[in-house]
């Protein structure tokens, strides 16, 4: 706290993968031309329909407000570059290119006066002026202060004018994505608690213990952050997590500690000893199931990934340390208060109902029909996932925005006005195959025979770097940055076969926002496979050390890739196809964030084997109490469905409390993990776990006798401690026969 005090909080939204071609471009920029390698930023001016923009008033108020942009220390002002340094796109002195031979360019220069305001082109098609600018930085890594006063410099131009200022996507304050809908999901959590519990009391220890789980956890996250390099999302994403697994954990505890006070009358001191011996070891694998899943990521090697995945991993370590030692503190606190008297008095009578249960029925139900609920489930489940055979990955742009944003206006104002690729303008450098200084003639073919392309639209030049060996210019493509025709064309510039690169020996590189974009999408996109490989590989190995089964681990990984598969499938429905979509905040489709496959499928698969070695556990210990063959399967589930269901109503409604963020990426991860919860919690392990032991019986427990000598006895169930307290208490009896009849 007292570094968060002093130091403050330091965030950033940038995105990058180091050692993608666009990164490594854009990186030699920086160091040769840094003027050059600066966010491109622009902000449109329009009017409402109807009216005239190019009345004399309004040029000069957007001369104007050009003019007092340029003077913040953070843009480039193209009146201070160096003699043949260039500027940007439409400055002075800069050639207007053309779409193509003898066609006239959709726009002209603002001239006010005689003099040309340098980087603000007024459309001939409609109503609207565009100004492109450069920050002295990439836009990702402005702070907010940066970011703010360009903000409040270009709205100083509404006043008075009739002018409508619409910044760019690129233009927007940098803040913590959180709002109070995670506060809804929390009271939901809070409901689940006490109708779960049946108390007050009970209800609000894992909430407690929760917030102050995260508070640690993302407090210390918060601290680090000014030395340590931190996406917004990351401290987001270990609150997400933290919550979730905080109160699920804490209600694991609490729930065994209240069953065994109610139903086997036992004081709520020995009870909480006994609850953290058994819960307790479950809360424990499951949490380093959970890290494990989030720790993996960091053999991806991306930086931005491996931070959100440790500062995640550490708030779950945290949820599991006070699960095990604050929580049974603070029960010792509460003693016998955790349970009323009202309900000890019910105690037997909730027994003898215990098998009339609703989890009792369906777990009857599906296991007397086992085979259409297995071939249910996979059906549904696999149309499911139909749509995750097209999902689209990239970074979010205005063109995916909701149309009542001003980034989504002012992505389409720009469309009607230059056409859509001036919303993802290209950063291409061009440079000697032999080392040499590119001398202007080259420059000049080069730009000459880029812009005769049909998939662009303009192509300028920027700058050269101070030894000649690099020249800078400014594509324009023909489609927009999420297009598949802008992708191809990034590609082909940079092939060493292509027209350009044979003809005037150079090298061309490729870098910018849009490219940045694109390798990023690439990137991970080639990931994913490699990671459920991974993911699959831990999955069979830990649940064959914790069931000392192959059953139970094939089973479990099948039911996990089952649900990965239908969540991507559902998640790209939503956010890509628009389906639905009002009900998310969503009214337009568009590409699915970048890092969602790679971060929903490690959180995921952490908490899926959270609820299968709850579930699966229980039906374990019953199969070890003599309960055989179906009736094992039955009685296990009859004792943990409920708080199961329980957490991942929980789990559920803290994820859906983050689907309506303002931030993009925020809001999609939030879906995904709650329909991912809903879908693997109820339909695979709810569902399809049942059926498929009781398919097998007793042979889900087979495990040849050489492998298990080999594997450790972790006990999960907590079976020895039972026996160990037993084995003490008929001692006790021994030697005190009187304690027979307490």
Aim: aromatic share 6%; glycine share 10%; charged share 15%.
């Amino acid at each position: 706290m007292a570094a968060l005090v002093v130091n403050g909080v330091k965030v950033t939204s940038e995105m990058k993968i180091d050692n993608t071609e666009a990164q490594q471009v854009l990186d030699r920029v920086s160091r040769e031309l840094p003027e050059a390698s600066g966010g491109q930023a622009s902000v449109v001016f329009t009017v409402p329909d109807g009216d005239r923009l190019d009345t004399p008033a309004r040029m000069a108020a957007i001369a104007e407000t050009v003019q007092d942009v340029y003077e913040l220390d953070q843009v480039i002002n193209p009146a201070d570059l160096s003699q043949g340094q260039g500027q940007p796109p439409g400055g002075p002195g800069a050639d207007q290119p053309e779409s193509g031979p003898g066609t006239a360019p959709p726009y002209q220069p603002l001239v006010l006066d005689g003099t040309p305001a340098p980087g603000v082109l007024v459309s001939t098609q409609a109503p609207v002026a565009l100004f492109q600018f450069q920050f002295t930085v990439p836009s990702t890594s402005l702070t907010d202060e940066q970011v703010s006063a360009v903000l409040s410099v270009v709205e100083d131009a509404e006043r008075g004018t009739g002018l409508r200022v619409l910044p760019s996507d690129s233009l927007k304050a940098i803040e913590i994505p959180v709002g109070a809908a995670e506060v809804v999901g929390l009271a939901v959590a809070a409901v689940v608690l006490v109708l779960t519990l049946g108390s007050l009391v009970a209800a609000g220890l894992p909430l407690i213990t929760a917030l102050v789980g995260v508070g640690v956890g993302v407090g210390t996250a918060f601290a680090l952050s000014t030395t340590v390099e931190m996406n917004t999302a990351t401290p987001v994403l270990a609150l997400m997590i933290g919550l979730a697994v905080g109160i699920d954990y804490a209600l694991f505890v609490v729930n065994r500690q209240r069953r065994l006070i109610i139903d086997r009358d036992l004081d709520a001191r020995e009870a909480a000893g006994r609850a953290v011996g058994t819960a307790g070891s479950a809360v424990l694998f499951a949490g380093l199931t959970v890290i494990v899943a989030l720790v993996a990521l960091t053999v991806i090697g991306i930086s931005m990934l491996t931070t959100m995945a440790l500062v995640a991993a550490a708030t779950v370590l945290l949820a599991v340390l006070i699960a095990l030692t604050l929580l049974p503190a603070l029960l010792g606190l509460i003693g016998e208060r955790i349970v009323s008297a009202k309900a000890r008095k019910k105690g037997h009578t909730r027994r003898e109902e215990d098998s009339h249960s609703v989890a009792d029925h369906w777990v009857k139900a599906v296991v007397r029909f086992r085979w259409p609920v297995i071939l249910g489930v996979v059906a549904v489940l696999g149309v499911g996932a139909v749509p995750a055979a097209s999902m689209d990955l990239g970074l979010p742009t205005g063109a995916s925005a909701n149309t009542d944003t001003a980034a989504r206006q002012s992505y389409e104002a720009v469309t009607r006005g230059f056409g859509e690729g001036y919303n993802g303008p290209l950063l291409v450098t061009v440079e000697s195959a032999d080392g040499a200084a590119v001398t202007p003639r080259t420059l000049g073919a080069v730009t000459q025979q880029l812009q005769q392309r049909k998939e662009i639209v303009a192509a300028v030049p920027v700058g050269t770097s101070q030894d000649g060996e690099m020249a800078v210019l400014s594509v324009i493509p023909n489609s927009g940055p999420d297009d598949d025709a802008t992708a191809d064309l990034v590609q082909a510039l940079r092939s060493p076969s292509s027209a350009v690169a044979q003809d005037h020996d150079v090298v061309i590189g490729v870098t910018g926002f849009t490219a940045i974009g694109i390798d990023m999408s690439d990137r991970l996109a080639e990931i994913v496979p490699l990671y459920l490989i991974i993911i699959v590989g831990l999955s069979l190995l830990i649940l064959l050390v914790v069931f000392r089964s192959l059953v139970v681990p094939i089973q479990a990984t099948l039911g996990f890739l089952l649900s990965i598969l239908a969540t991507f499938g559902v998640t790209t429905a939503v956010f890509s196809w628009g389906w639905l979509g009002w009900m998310v905040g969503v009214d337009t489709g568009g590409p699915l964030f970048s890092f969602i496959p790679v971060i929903v499928t490690g959180i995921l698969y952490g908490l899926a084997m959270d609820y299968q070695v709850f579930l699966v556990s229980s039906m374990r210990e019953s199969h070890v109490h003599g309960h055989h063959g179906e009736a094992g399967v039955v009685h296990g589930f009859d004792q943990a469905s409920r708080v199961v269901v329980a957490a991942a109503v929980i789990m559920v409604s803290v994820f859906a409390g983050f689907i309506f963020s303002h931030d993009v990426m925020i809001k999609q991860i939030g879906f995904a993990l709650a329909i991912g919860i809903l879908i693997d919690a109820f339909l695979v392990r709810m569902t399809l776990t049942p059926a498929l032991m009781a398919l097998f019986g007793d042979k889900a427990w087979w495990l040849p006798r050489w492998l298990d000598r080999m594997l450790p006895d972790l006990d999960v169930e907590g079976d020895r401690l039972l026996r160990m307290l037993t084995e003490r208490q008929d001692t006790e009896v021994a030697r005190c026969p009187e304690v027979i009849g307490k």
